[in-house]
Every structure is written in C-alpha cells, then in structure tokens.
C-alpha cells in the first residue's frame, strides 16, 4: 500500500511522541522511588513525660544595712529535681507543663551541708514550647532542639523548726532591718515567669531519651521588707542546669521526604 508523503511525517512524528512519553513516565517513577527511599525523621506530634536532676542558684532576695555597704542575702545553690510534661500539638509547637523542687538554704546559708537546707522550695509554670527546626532539616540532633517560655510561681516553704508557723525567721540581722521571712508557706509564695531550652542527648531505647535543659526562673523575693525600712526586697533570679530522661507516648516516625538526583 503506498502512502502519501504528508502520511509519513506524521506516523514519524506520533512515533517519536510515544517514545518521548514513555521515557519522561520512566524518569519519573525513578525520581518517585528516590524520593522515597531517603525520609527524615522529624520528631513527631504526641506526648512527653520527664523527670531531671540537676543544680540551681538563687541571687540576693534582700539586703540589709552594712559597716560600709548593703549586706546581700541570698539562698545561694541548692539540687534541683523536677517533672516535665510536653503536649506537641504538632512536630513543632505545643505547650508544656513543669514543676520542681529545691531543697535551699536560708538566705546568707551558703555552703553544700545538706543539713543547713531548711527551705523546701517549689518551681511550677505553664509554658510555650516549640521546636524551631522540627522541620527544617535532617539533623536528628538538632530536630530535638526545644525553646521554651512562661509564667507560674514560686514557692518558699520554711522549716517549721525555725519559728512559730505565721511568724518570721529570728534574725540578728533582718529583725532590726524590718525585714521578715515567712515560715508560713502561703505568705512565701510569689509569682514566677521562666525561659529556657533543652535538647536530646541521646537515645536510651525507642521510646525514652536522655535529655538536657538550662532555664532561668525570675520572680519577686519572697521576703518581705516594710515599707521605708532600712532593707530592701530584691528581684531574685534561679538559673538551673539539669539532666534527665524523657518518655516519649507514641514512636517515632517519618515526617517528610527529600529528593534524591537521579544517577546520571
């Protein structure tokens, strides 16, 4: 059968078009399985509970007059332990609740005697916590990197050995400066704002990590100073470093993809 000319250029163009078709679906399914072979794992949505142990120092809650300048009176370091609970309500932002306690000595106490610590003190916030590069990057390490911020209170519970409860400590010092520290736990209580960070350290199985934190606490002494007295109250910082382990309520999985080239 003869064909015209005009036939025969088009037969060679659909001819070329098919192949043409089929090597651009033949690249692309070998770009897709790429694809989906290499996957970051990005720390997933879910909820974390953590325990931590570590240390902490508190500045100067008042001062007092002095020969030559104001005396300085602060608790000084003490242990810390605490309890954490993170709700991710998505790989990168979720709110956090954390509580902990600090065995302190009373302000001007000093030293590591575990005898002298006869402030009970407790830490306890609500937080916004996110983590700024969940999703940004393959470093698994620098995926578990979290910020933290917000506000609770702080409470200073003295020993009831040292006074009557209700009453102030005695002291040489602070009763002629008019200055009281409640032994009364509800009148040591005062309002606390926090910030902070933490990052993972290392895994101990496939649910429970050992983890990092530092944060500071800033709050309002809980001594108290009468007005036009010779002490004054002081705004009071307690930065604390710890190290823990966290337990994570659902595994780990993959979040995201990244391209592979293709193999020239």
């Known amino acids: 059968m003869h064909f015209p000319p005009e036939a025969h250029v088009m037969l060679h163009r659909m001819r070329r078009t098919a192949v043409l078709g089929m090597v651009a679906a033949a690249t692309a399914g070998g770009a897709g399985a790429a694809w989906a072979q290499v996957e970051v794992d990005s720390p997933p ?15 100067d809650w008042f001062t007092t007059p002095g020969a030559n300048e104001a005396e300085e009176w602060r608790p000084g370091y003490a242990p810390a332990f605490g309890l954490t609970a993170q709700l991710w309500l998505e790989p990168r932002v979720g709110v956090r609740l954390h509580g902990a306690y600090l065995p ?14 006869v402030v009970n003190s407790y830490l306890y916030d609500v937080d916004l916590v996110v983590r ?17 911020a917000g506000g609770g209170g702080y409470t200073a519970d003295v020993a009831d050995l ?19 520290v409640p032994t009364d736990a509800g009148q040591g209580t005062t309002g606390m704002g926090v910030v ?18 530092a944060a500071v606490h800033l709050y309002d002494s809980p001594a108290h100073v009468t007005s036009n007295a010779n002490g004054e109250d002081r705004l009071s910082l307690t930065p604390r470093a710890v190290i823990g382990l966290k337990a994570s309520l659902r595994p780990r999985r993959a979040r995201r993809a990244e391209p592979v080239p293709a193999p020239v």
């Not at 949505?45 to 500045?59: I, K, M, R």
């Not at 302190?104 to 610590?117: A, E, K, S, T």
């Not at 990052?199 to 990590?209: G, H, K, N, P, W």
Request: net charge negative; charged share 10%; with cysteine.
């Open 162 to 180: 040292m006074a009557p409860a209700g009453g102030c400590v005695p002291h040489p010092s602070w009763t002629p400066a008019e200055v009281c």
């Open 132 to 148: 700024p590069f969940a999703l940004s990057t393959p470093n698994t390490l620098l995926q578990t990197v979290y910020l933290f």
């Open 196 to 213: 902070g960070g933490g990052i993972s350290l290392a895994r101990v199985s496939s649910r429970v990590e050992a983890f990092g934190e």
């Open 45 to 59: 949505a879910g909820v974390e509970l953590g325990v931590y142990t570590g240390g902490s120092y508190t500045t």
């Open 104 to 117: 302190q000595n009373l302000p001007g106490g000093g030293g590591l005697d575990q005898r002298l610590r």
